[in-house]
């Protein structure tokens, strides 16, 4: 399994706007990705409503993670990551 565990970089959090960016590029990573605050339990990242359910706040840490043992997972949690820690607009297109 891979994880990555980062601050969220939005100010307002995994709130709507920002969820919405999230989840798209968690479904468009290629590769099935759960998103947790540091102690809770995983949910499914292509969720909108699995990650609202978070309610995670800005500059809460959360885990990102991965089964998927393809090469391209490592890649996909590393971007999914500069997404959340830097509150991006969209997805990078490089690491």
Known sequence: MAERRVNVGWAEGLHAR???IFVRAATAA???????KAD???VNAAS???????????GEEIVLA????A?????AL???AKL??????ELPETV
């Open 18 to 20: 920002p969820a919405s």
């Open 30 to 36: 290629g590769v099935p990705v759960t998103i947790a």
């Open 40 to 42: 809770g339990s995983p």
């Open 48 to 58: 909108m409503l699995a990650v609202l359910s978070l309610g995670a706040t800005g």
């Open 66 to 69: 991965t089964d998927s043992g």
């Open 71 to 75: 090469p391209e997972a490592e890649v």
């Open 78 to 80: 590393d971007r999914l």
């Open 84 to 89: 959340v820690a830097e509150g991006l607009e």
